[in-house]
Nanobody
C-alpha cells in the first residue's frame, strides 16, 4: 500500500518543479486523486485534484500549476511553474479508493525569493 511522492526541492522564485506520485494498484483511483500542501505553521490545504477525469486547481495556482496523470503507470503529476515563495510547503499526494483514503509522505518544496 503506497503513494510515493517525489520531485520536491529548492528553487528560486519564478522557477519550476515537477512533482510525481507513484501509486500502487490498491491506492490508485480513477475517481479521486490529488495534491495538498502544508506550509510551516499552517493547515493543510487543497492544491489540485482529479475527480474522475476532471482536473481542478485552487485559485492561487491556476495558470501556474498543471495536474496530470498517467493511468497506465498509476502516476500523478503536478507541474509547477512561476513558483513563488508562498508556494513553499510540504506537498502531499492523496487518493480515495475502495472506501479508503490514502496519503503519501510529503515532498518538500522550498521557493527562495
Amino acid at each position: 500500500v503506497q503513494l510515493q511522492a517525489s520531485g520536491g526541492g529548492l528553487v528560486q522564485s519564478g522557477g519550476s518543479l515537477r512533482l510525481s506520485c507513484k501509486a500502487s494498484s490498491i491506492t490508485w483511483s480513477n475517481y479521486f486523486m490529488g495534491w495538498y500542501r502544508q506550509a510551516p505553521g499552517k493547515q493543510r490545504e487543497w492544491v489540485a485534484t482529479f475527480r474522475g477525469s476532471t482536473p481542478t486547481l485552487t485559485d492561487s495556482v491556476k495558470g501556474r500549476f498543471t495536474i496530470s496523470r498517467d493511468v497506465r503507470s498509476k502516476s500523478l503529476y503536478l507541474q509547477m511553474n512561476s513558483l513563488k515563495p508562498e508556494d513553499t510547503a510540504d506537498y502531499y499526494c492523496t487518493s480515495r479508493s475502495g472506501g479508503r483514503e490514502f496519503w503519501g509522505q510529503g515532498t518538500l518544496v522550498t521557493v527562495s525569493s
